[in-house]
């Protein structure tokens, strides 16, 4: 996602999404060359460098939708908000069972399980943005940094932790890739660069009890969470919040990415899928949750408490009001990444909403 004009990065079990919007046919560019950020010939077309601009490519008024696969900062139009509350309201009205709540909810790990089982590691593409998007990254790897310590949350098979060691220029950085999945930590145990100088892949529950193996509270400079908040259910998120601030260091940081409300594939869940408002269960098995801006700022500086649930019949005061509590992080930046995919042999458009930020201890 480093530039309007490069191939759309998203989460592994989301790439089906973003091969609808394969390109079809490139016009050549005519002799008097456009800006960059709108040039069809690499040769010109020219790589923004700005963290959280979230692409240059801009749909005005005259523009052909079609011209381009991508357009940057695209609002949903009306037609599309319509259809969407139209999904939304059907996907309520046919929510999962009972049954198959408890069972995806009670076990999520499983399901993880199986999703790299069926997904072998070159499924995945590397995450080579990230530096760009997240600047802290560049220093802690500079040769000069001095001891570092990085830790991925929901590190899947990799193609977040390799990346950043193979751009690292500091022989004192040490990467910790913790997943919740066994097999995702097998995967990149097994990986040919999987070197334990420098890197070490752990089983480890973000919203349990205990910290992550090999480390210990305010040891970690840098936390990354990129599509892994969504896996969890929205009773976790206090935990999770929680474990990442224990194990920061005082003024550490949170690169974040996850998913936006109204983003595509929310749209596209049919029935049977709905567990909550914004939360699914995919055909794989596994969580999702979609995201509103404001929501993520308040669950990060943690300046309010939800009420936890209380017997039934046991609604006091307390049970039923937050709480007012001392903020844990401070927003440093807070963006959403809208973009409007297109299919030019069908002329469809479709909308991704993604929500990325910042987040630092306090």
Avoid at 42 to 61: I, T
Avoid at 259 to 288: C, H, M, P, S, W
Avoid at 312 to 331: M, N, Q, Y
């Amino acid at each position: 996602m480093a530039s309007a004009a490069t191939t759309v990065d998203v989460p592994p079990e989301d790439e089906l999404l973003t091969k609808k919007t394969a390109a079809l046919t490139v016009q050549e560019a005519a002799e008097a060359q456009p800006p960059a950020h709108r040039n069809h010939d690499p040769q010109y077309n020219m790589k923004r460098s700005d963290p959280f601009q979230f692409g240059s490519r801009l749909l005005q008024e005259d523009d052909d939708v079609f011209e381009f696969n991508a357009w940057d900062h695209v609002e949903t139009d009306d037609t599309y908000k319509e259809y969407a509350e139209q999904q939304f309201a059907k996907q309520r009205e046919s929510p999962v069972s009972d049954f198959d709540k408890h069972r995806f909810n009670s076990d999520p790990a499983k399901w993880w399980n199986l999703f790299y089982k069926n997904n072998t590691a070159n499924f995945f593409k590397n995450r080579k943005w990230l530096q760009q998007e997240f600047p802290i990254l560049d220093k802690v790897t500079a040769e000069d940094a001095g001891p570092m310590t990085i830790l991925e949350v929901g590190a899947g098979a990799g193609n977040t932790a390799f990346p950043i060691l193979a751009n690292n220029k500091n022989p004192k950085l040490k990467v910790h890739a913790c997943d919740f999945s066994k097999k995702a930590v097998e995967v990149m145990r097994a990986h040919e660069q999987y070197n334990t100088d420098f890197m070490q892949a752990d089983v480890w529950d973000a919203a349990g009890e205990d910290l992550p193996p090999g480390l210990e509270e305010s040891s970690v400079d840098v936390v990354l969470m990129v599509f892994i908040f969504s896996a969890l259910s929205p009773k976790q998120w206090q935990q999770a919040v929680q474990n990442i601030y224990r194990v920061l260091k005082p003024g550490g940081e949170v690169c974040f990415r996850d998913y936006g409300r109204g983003d595509l594939a929310q749209v596209r869940f049919k029935k049977g899928r709905y567990l909550e408002e914004n939360f699914y269960i995919r055909g794989d098995g596994t969580r999702v949750y979609f995201f509103e801006k404001d929501e993520l700022a308040q669950i990060w500086s943690g300046a309010t408490e939800a009420p936890k649930e209380q017997p039934e019949g046991d609604e006091t005061k307390d049970s039923i009001e937050t709480k007012a509590k001392p903020a844990l992080f401070h927003v440093e930046e807070l963006g959403v990444d809208r973009r409007m995919l297109v299919n030019r042999a069908r002329k469809l458009k479709m909308y991704r909403c993604w929500i990325q930020g910042r987040f630092r201890k306090k």
